[in-house]
């Protein structure tokens, strides 16, 4: 049982280029977050999706978009990476009905610079 | 939409001592608060959470408290080991149409020193 899995764990780009970053989670849980952790502003929501076929917004969306592939897997894509997405990416998934109060558990990161 | 406060940005303490981190909140809808211990490098992990219809949560060492009038809630690490070492991060959310979206405070660092 891995919880949640990220690939890749590091990457480096250069400002422009796109990518994508995958997160899968096997604990059959209904919701999917992601998550970004910058030196001294904790972690802030990028995207979630609560059920399978549903994404919204969260407090930094700008310069992302994410797709709900099926229940196991949430991805985050950078269109035109540009220096100010440095930062650490964190997937989290929870479980419970959609509406719902449920712990959120994190998968290991992805720590992407962007030159 | 809601804002988490969190105090002191850094903390150190001695072994055995206990320490106590400080977290306010904006949105008074908000009723499940969730703390996660974060070493260097590594994932954030739940340690404890709490939801609005309880004060207070213990589980061995670490205790939660909540204050729903003044919209705080506060961690209490009792008898602090250097494995205790590690930034800690409140967070806060409520219920809505789908998933909780957390708020994060911006973390303490906690030093237990020998």
């Known amino acids: 049982n891995a919880g949640v899995t990220q690939t890749p764990k590091f990457q480096v780009l250069k400002t422009g280029q796109s990518m994508t970053l995958q997160c899968a989670q096997d604990m059959n849980h209904n919701s999917m977050y992601w998550y970004r952790q910058d030196p001294g502003m904790g972690l802030r929501l990028i995207y979630y999706s609560a059920s399978e076929g549903t994404t919204d917004k969260g407090e930094v969306p700008n310069g992302y978009n994410v797709s709900r592939l099926n229940k196991r897997e949430f991805s985050l894509r950078l269109e035109s990476a540009a220096p100010s997405q440095t930062s650490v990416y964190f997937c989290a998934s929870s479980g419970g009905a959609a509406v719902s109060n449920q712990p959120q558990h994190f998968g290991d990161g992805t720590r992407l610079s962007i030159l | 939409g809601e804002n988490v406060e969190q105090h002191p940005s850094t903390l150190s303490v001695q072994e055995g001592d206990s320490a106590v981190i400080k977290c306010t909140y904006s949105d008074s809808a908000s009723n499940y608060f969730p703390w996660y211990k974060q070493e260097l490098g590594k994932r954030p992990q739940l340690i404890i959470d709490?939801?609005?219809?309880?004060g207070e949560k213990k589980d061995q060492r670490i205790a939660v408290t909540l204050n729903k009038t003044a919209k705080h809630f506060s961690l209490h690490i009792t008898e602090t080991q250097p494995e205790d070492s590690a930034v800690y991060f409140c967070?806060?959310?409520?219920?809505?149409?789908?998933?909780?979206?957390?708020?994060f405070g911006t973390g303490t660092q906690l030093k237990v020193e020998l």
């Open positions: 967070a806060a959310s409520k219920l809505t149409g789908g998933g909780n979206k957390l708020t």
């Open positions: 709490i939801r609005s219809n309880v």
